[in-house]
């Protein structure tokens, strides 16, 4: 199982950006599709965005099309996430994941490392 440790995160005006990165450890971290998921307090983890293993193909959930942008390093075993526009309700706990099933939009693990915190400011 490929350890993967999120960071990146921080405080940014609401309009703001921030680049989370998503590192991992293990030789099988290019074999496999990862993805970004983000919990608010109150609410269910949700799907925001996936990259397939060699980056070909990338998934975003319809709240943030067009504002964030997924990508990847396999010689650096590193998935990022940009994010930009950022708006209150963007505000969360971020986590990655190796993900799978329809647009590789569910987590395949169900250990989840600490996250990274997103706060966004009014």
């Known amino acids: 199982q490929v350890q993967l440790v999120e960071s990146g995160g921080g405080l940014v005006q609401s309009g703001g950006s921030l680049r989370l990165s998503c590192a991992a450890s293990g030789r099988t971290f290019s074999s496999a599709a990862t993805g970004w998921f983000r919990q608010a307090p109150g609410k269910e983890r949700e799907f925001i965005t996936a990259?397939?293993?060699?980056?070909?193909?990338?998934y975003y959930a319809d709240s943030v099309k067009g504002r964030f942008t997924i990508s990847r390093d396999n010689a650096k075993n590193t998935v990022y996430l940009q994010m930009n526009s950022l708006k209150p309700e963007d505000a969360a706990v971020c986590y990655c994941?190796?993900?799978?099933?329809?647009?590789?939009?569910?987590?395949?693990?169900?250990?989840w490392g600490q996250g990274t915190q997103v706060t966004v400011s009014t």
């Open positions: 994941n190796t993900v799978c099933g329809s647009s590789y939009s569910y987590p395949l693990f169900d250990s």
């Open positions: 990259i397939t293993k060699g980056g070909g193909s990338t």
